[in-house]
């Protein structure tokens, strides 16, 4: 997650583009304890495919592709006292970060071309979405999904999760270390090359200085559920990684400890909290808050020729969202295509009773987590399927 010459930018490609030729679909590698799966590699065609979901309230790391070898991708336990690393895939190549979407709990990684993959660890495949901004080296994404890049060149960008693009927000005036943190109340930090911690504007980019944490290679930021900033420190030739705790208030960094098991020095971090308690779920215009905003709820969908977040709708001013149901549009705010409600029938089989119906046959996937439990369910359809009800009275989500 910093500058590195051209011939290791050329690498990833080669080994992105072997990695493709070689792997067949539907192959993939045996683990072993020393070495995991690698990824197969595919590019998008069409409609964006959906990955299965990561688990809320996992701190993920990504490694750095030590002297141009393959990246790892991993989960740290104990990341808070005694952090230990459990690698999960490799990636053929050098990564720069790793950011999870906490609408629908997909992992994405940045690439040292400035590529964007979204990564499926159950499948052990990685989509190449698109390339976002020239240099970046930082990903993140806030509550709403939106994501957003960071570079050496200072600009902060959003990007389009669906497509790679980056669109240049402004130039934070600080050259990006190597990661981005949204806190719980939606302030974004990061840390610059120079050791300093800021905060970042994301609607303008305009930057804070906070305090020196003392080191310039956190390549790695993330936020609990406790509301604690953790940082890591890694090396692209060297397998030394350590997690710090990192002062919010000042920028001072006080050491955890080193990532036991961890062959590949860390290059990102990436936690989505899931919540100890109900009503942490944060609404916006594409995220419903339903049944005492214990549960998030959230949907995307695609079609022959665009895919994108659902909306929720409103009618005469008033948000079409009431604690058990929800309307959703795709792309026309006067044209309904589906709803979602969500009951408690804890007293009758220990389950909260999901009921989903539609208007529409362009595909779409409804992601519900549940941020008591960090508990992530999905439904979805086909595109060119017509929507029929769903009623998931059995499986989906337990209570309490």
């Given at each position: 997650?910093?500058m590195?010459?051209c011939?290791?930018m050329?690498?990833?490609?080669?080994?992105?583009?072997?990695?493709?030729a070689?792997?067949?679909?539907g192959?993939?590698?045996q683990?072993?304890?020393?070495s995991?799966?690698?990824l197969?590699m595919?590019v998008?065609?069409?409609?964006?495919?959906a990955?299965?979901?990561?688990?809320?309230?996992?701190?993920?790391?990504?490694g750095?592709?030590?002297?141009?070898?393959?990246?790892s991708?991993?989960s740290?336990?104990?990341?808070s006292s005694?952090?230990?690393?459990t690698?999960?895939?490799?990636f053929?190549?050098?990564?720069?970060?790793?950011?999870?979407?906490?609408?629908?709990?997909e992992?994405?990684?940045?690439?040292?071309?400035?590529?964007?993959?979204?990564?499926d660890?159950?499948?052990?495949?990685?989509t190449?979405i698109?390339?976002?901004?020239?240099?970046a080296?930082?990903?993140v994404?806030d509550?709403?999904?939106?994501?957003y890049?960071?570079?050496?060149?200072?600009f902060?960008?959003?990007?389009d999760?669906?497509?790679?693009?980056a669109?240049?927000?402004?130039?934070?005036?600080?050259s990006?270390?190597?990661?981005l943190?949204?806190d719980?109340?939606?302030?974004?930090y990061?840390t610059?090359?120079n050791?300093?911690?800021?905060?970042?504007?994301?609607?303008t980019?305009?930057?804070?200085?906070?305090?020196?944490t003392g080191?310039?290679?956190?390549?790695?930021?993330?936020?609990?559920?406790?509301g604690?900033?953790?940082g890591a420190?890694?090396s692209?030739?060297?397998?030394?990684?350590?997690?710090?705790?990192i002062?919010?208030?000042?920028?001072?960094?006080s050491?955890?400890?080193?990532?036991?098991?961890?062959?590949?020095s860390?290059s990102?971090?990436a936690?989505?909290?899931?919540g100890?308690t109900?009503?942490?779920c944060?609404?916006?215009?594409t995220?419903?808050?339903l049944?005492?905003?214990?549960?998030?709820v959230?949907?995307?969908?695609?079609?022959?020729?665009t895919?994108?977040?659902a909306?929720?709708m409103?009618?005469?001013?008033?948000?079409?969202?009431?604690?058990?149901?929800v309307f959703?549009y795709?792309?026309d705010?006067?044209?309904?295509e589906?709803?979602l409600k969500?009951?408690?029938a804890?007293a009758l089989?220990?389950r909260y009773?999901?009921?989903i119906g539609?208007?529409?046959?362009?595909g779409?996937k409804v992601?519900i987590?549940?941020?008591?439990?960090g508990?992530?369910?999905?439904?979805?359809?086909?595109?060119n399927?017509?929507?029929?009800?769903?009623?998931?009275?059995?499986?989906?989500?337990?209570?309490?």
């Open positions: 997650m910093w590195r010459v011939a290791q050329a690498a990833v490609f080669f080994l992105a583009v072997t990695c493709l070689q792997t067949t679909p192959e993939h590698r683990a072993t304890s020393a995991p799966p690698v197969r595919v998008a065609g069409g409609a964006r495919p990955a299965s979901p990561v688990a809320a309230g996992t701190l993920y790391g990504s750095t592709g030590l002297n141009g070898s393959n990246s991708i991993f740290i336990a104990s990341y005694n952090p230990v690393a690698p999960l895939a490799a053929p190549g050098i990564l720069f970060d790793i950011g999870i979407d906490p609408t629908t709990l992992l994405y990684v940045l690439d040292g071309n400035s590529n964007l993959w979204l990564v660890l159950a499948a052990l495949k990685a190449l698109g390339t976002g901004a020239s240099g080296n930082a990903l994404f509550a709403a999904g939106q994501a890049e960071w570079g050496s060149d200072g902060l960008y959003a990007v999760k669906f497509s790679g693009i669109t240049a927000i402004g130039d934070t005036g600080y990006s270390a190597g990661d943190a949204f719980l109340d939606g302030t974004l990061g610059a090359s050791g300093d911690l800021i905060r970042i504007d994301p609607d980019a305009a930057a804070t200085f906070i305090g020196q080191f310039g290679d956190f390549f790695g930021l993330a936020i609990d559920a406790t604690t900033l953790y420190r890694g692209q030739t060297a397998m030394v990684s350590k997690i710090y705790r002062n919010k208030t000042n920028g001072t960094s050491l955890v400890g080193s990532i036991a098991n961890d062959d590949d860390v990102g971090l936690l989505v909290t899931g100890s109900s009503g942490n944060i609404r916006n215009a995220t419903a808050c049944v005492g905003s214990r549960f998030q959230s949907a995307t969908f695609n079609n022959s020729s895919s994108g977040n909306t929720v409103s009618f005469s001013g008033t948000r079409a969202e009431s604690d058990e149901s959703l795709f792309t705010s006067s044209n309904f589906m709803g969500i009951l408690n804890c089989n220990s009773w999901v009921f539609g208007l529409t046959n362009q779409w992601n987590l549940d941020t008591s439990t508990h992530h369910v999905t439904y979805q359809n086909a595109l399927h017509l929507t029929s009800t769903t009623a998931d009275t059995t499986g989906g989500l337990p209570c309490p």
